[in-house]
């Protein structure tokens, strides 16, 4: 972990060397090599700290990139829920995911854990060298907001390490091979939710927009995620309950009640289709996403295409690795306007390589993030360049954590049963009135939402986990999750205790000693 870190630090150094323009030729004779470049070195002017903190968003798109053949390492999260099968074979490790048959070795698990430690060193570095960095008095609080943007993205990865993981290593400090914690232990889940509560208060107050169309940390996004924390906290393992359902709501109800005070600026979309549309990227619904562009990173989401079918402008392609279960699918209502062919998250018919005569799929496929400009539709000549973004949080999920903790602090109140409707009236969707849910019926009812409103975002797994429920497919009810059994491969594969975590990845281990014991029920090699 600790080697793979500094390796990544070196190449921002560089970088950022090179962002500084050019020099005479002599001056750069004279100048230490700049890929040698150290951080005491490095972080002495205003555009070093402008770098570690760019540096540590693009981080975040470790998300989208390749684990393997056909598939990358979003796959993960949707591969365990059993919502999700695949029409390839040819991933090993993709494979066992599906299955629950994945160890320590399995690569997307190996890639999730470089890739959020590698955002933990870069905000690490922000934190730690910003603060000393002078900044004109003019745009001293330039620095303030630049740290507060790492401690938000720090927040952010170790809000996943914790729930993939549970203990984990607590690394809050730049490191080198003579720091004291190079080689970590494990720290207790309650001081690395510690540590994101921290972090994301310092964000809150730090001077962010409210919100902002840049892809940078906004006061909305900071009220939502903490508003996430706090609702994770409350359930499992945690289980701090009524207190922290009590400060999940109050934090979601300051998004909703800007909302409702400037519904142009945030707010759910009118339709589902303005959802993957280029031009509303980091706008109303998309409180935070991960950036994408074709000129450095593009749309990473393709593997969701139908296998060799000519739904794009490429003709026979995509590879079909993640693909909805039918059985996931027919859960939803018929009137539910997220099942509508082409017009909700599914498709079940498309047009000739994007732009020719419609013809069936046979299934149905993740219509969630087709960008139909990009790729091709009805009378559109396609821009074959896609650059949507990746959702980390909507909107959407704001309403459904008010609703759901409003009504774990005592029962539905009106906002909370407003909060619900909402997301139900734009799915058409008619809702029984407030005065006819009791506590339970109204907390499956959100649950029920949950699973159809955030299917294949990477959000179902972490609710499975903090639940310890598991949307049935065949009653529309809710199982524990241990005995659970997924039904996307085969006859179905039972959830057991220990995929509550996932396993730490071996040669992790062999590099540290000091982060066994292994996760319960994982092999050790």
């Known amino acids: 972990m600790k080697l793979n870190s500094i390796k990544y630090i070196s190449k921002l150094f560089l970088g950022a060397a090179i962002l500084l323009g050019p020099t005479s030729c002599s001056d750069f ?16 002017i205003p555009d070093h700290a402008e770098s570690v903190v760019n540096a540590t968003y693009a981080g975040l798109r470790f998300y989208g990139e390749g684990a393997g053949i056909f598939s990358a390492n979003w796959q993960m999260l949707e591969a365990v829920t059993g919502t999700a099968t ?27 854990w470089n890739g959020l430690y590698r955002i933990i060193g870069n905000a690490n570095l922000g934190i730690a060298k910003i603060p000393g960095i002078a900044f004109p008095a003019a745009n ?53 939710y510690k540590l994101i509560v921290e972090d994301l208060l310092a964000a809150e107050a730090a001077g962010f927009p409210v ?11 900071v009220k939502s995620l903490l508003s996430k924390v706090y609702l994770t906290m409350a359930g499992f393992p945690l289980s701090k309950g009524a207190s ?49 562009n074709t000129s450095v990173a593009g749309f990473p989401l393709n593997d969701f295409f139908p296998n060799f079918k000519p739904v794009t402008y490429s003709g026979p392609s995509g590879t079909g690795s993640t693909v909805p279960t039918t059985s996931f699918y027919e859960t939803y209502d018929a009137n539910d306007l997220r099942k509508k062919n082409q017009d909700g998250w599914f498709y079940t018919s498309y047009f000739l390589n994007g732009t020719g005569a419609p013809f069936e799929l046979e299934a149905p496929y993740v219509f969630k993030y087709f960008n139909i400009n990009a790729l091709g539709g009805p009378g559109i000549t396609p821009t074959r360049l896609n650059n949507l973004n990746v959702n980390l949080i909507r909107y959407a999920e704001v309403l459904l954590i008010y609703a759901e903790a409003q009504n774990e602090v005592g029962s539905v109140n009106q906002e909370a049963y407003d909060a619900f409707k909402k997301i139900r009236d734009r799915a058409q969707l008619t809702t029984p009135g407030m005065g006819t849910y009791s506590q339970t019926s109204f907390r499956e009812a959100v649950w029920k939402e949950r699973w159809h409103e955030f299917c294949y975002e990477g959000i179902t797994w972490f ?7 598991v949307f ?29 975590l996932f396993p ?20 050790l090699q």
């Open 29 to 44: 004779l004279d100048e230490t090599d700049p890929s040698n470049l150290q951080p005491d070195v490095f972080f002495t």
């Open 211 to 221: 919100t902002a169309t840049t892809g940078r940390a906004t006061q909305m996004a």
């Open 244 to 292: 922290h359902y009590k400060l999940a709501a109050d934090k979601a109800l300051e998004v909703i009640t800007y909302a409702k005070a400037n519904p142009a600026v945030v707010n759910l979309f009118p339709t589902y289709r303005e959802l993957h549309q280029e031009n509303l990227k980091n706008r109303v619904e998309h409180l935070f996403q991960i950036q994408y």
């Open 140 to 192: 001293e609080a330039q620095k303030t907001k630049l740290i507060g943007e790492a401690r938000f993205l720090r927040a952010w990865a170790y809000f996943n390490v914790v729930r993939l993981w549970g203990d984990a290593p607590l690394i809050t400090k730049p490191q080198t091979p003579d720091s004291e914690d190079f080689s970590p232990s494990k720290a207790p889940q309650e001081e690395i």
């Open 472 to 500: 049935n497919e065949k009653t529309k009810g809710f199982d524990n999750f241990v005995g659970h059994l997924n039904l996307n491969v085969g006859s179905g594969v039972e959830l057991k205790e220990k995929h509550l």
């Open 504 to 523: 730490l990845g071996v040669q992790e281990m062999r590099n540290n000693p000091n982060l066994k014991p292994q996760n319960p029920g994982y092999p």
């Open 86 to 112: 695949t029409q390839t074979g040819q991933n090993s490790d993709l494979n066992n995911l599906y299955s629950l048959t994945y160890d320590g070795n399995t690569g997307h698990i190996v890639n999730w």
């Open 463 to 469: 609710d499975m986990v903090r639940l310890r429920k």
